[in-house]
């Protein structure tokens, strides 16, 4: 009996470890308005308690001045700007991200505000993820005003810091988005495309390496702008240098 008392002291232990649910996409949806206001709501399935809220947004207008200026929602929730996630060009329109790492849940409408008041398109778009025990923030990336390659827009790549992840891009075309993402590209997780030009995509990632999401386009030499958004597990893990049972260390 006495040589079971470590075993099952070690057997304990284990059954502690954390243990992390498979991140999953809730929902994905997406909406835009050419009237004459500065803010698009967006009607959502209602969100869970502690899901990561993902809010993308942007216009067709190429100016910086004219882009999203933050997002709010039915539960008082505050949304935090994706550092680096801003795009805008000459020609392209605008993307940008921003986020909620652990909602309040009952969220139905999501709103993105915006400078512009006038008829030109906006967008707002969410993606609520579940699955991380303490989501956080991890890098970002956008290309500004680039030129699609043969059809093809490439957007920022980025290159994450953890094995339990998610990646979201969007890009705001010149054209239509034919393919969400370009075939073979890896962002093949859930998205959307809103009114032909405003596309979201994402990954969810299990490598920590560069990911770079790529769309392509039924004009072959349009102007786009994209952003990157990455996110990350953050719970702190469980070390075992040192541990003690019935006298025997492991």
């Known amino acids: 009996m006495k040589r079971l008392i470590p075993i099952l002291a070690l057997l304990g232990w284990l059954i502690a470890l954390p243990s992390w649910a498979a991140v999953t996409i809730t929902q994905h949806v997406g909406t835009w308005s050419n009237a004459s206001a500065n803010s698009v709501a967006l009607t959502v399935t209602s969100t869970a308690s502690g899901a990561l809220l993902i809010v993308s ?55 993105c505000s915006y400078t512009l008041t006038d008829t030109k398109q906006k967008y707002c778009h969410l993606t609520e993820v579940a ?29 994450t810091t953890s094995t339990t992840g998610f990646v979201l891009g969007v890009v705001m075309s010149g054209s239509t ?28 990632s299990s490598t920590a390496a560069a990911h770079q999401p790529v769309w392509h386009a039924n004009f072959s ?21 040192g541990w003690s049972f019935g006298g025997g260390w492991f």
């Open 57 to 111: 947004c942007g216009t067709n207008y190429p100016l910086a001045t004219d882009a999203c200026t933050g997002v709010t929602d039915n539960q008082s929730n505050t949304y935090t700007e994706a550092t680096n996630a801003a795009s805008t060009g000459a020609s392209s329109g605008t993307t940008d991200v921003y986020y909620k790492l652990s909602g309040t849940g009952g969220v139905t409408t999501v709103t």
């Open 131 to 159: 699955g991380f025990t303490t989501a956080a923030f991890d890098l970002a990336g956008h290309v500004d005003n680039q030129t699609a390659s043969s059809n093809v827009e490439t957007g920022a790549s980025i290159t």
């Open 177 to 204: 988005v034919d393919q969400n993402p370009n075939s073979g590209n890896e962002f093949t997780s859930g998205g959307d495309v809103i009114n032909s030009d405003f596309a979201v995509a994402t990954l969810i």
């Open 221 to 241: 030499t349009t102007f786009f702008s994209a952003s990157t958004v990455a996110f990350k597990e953050a719970a702190a893990a469980v070390t075992t240098t």
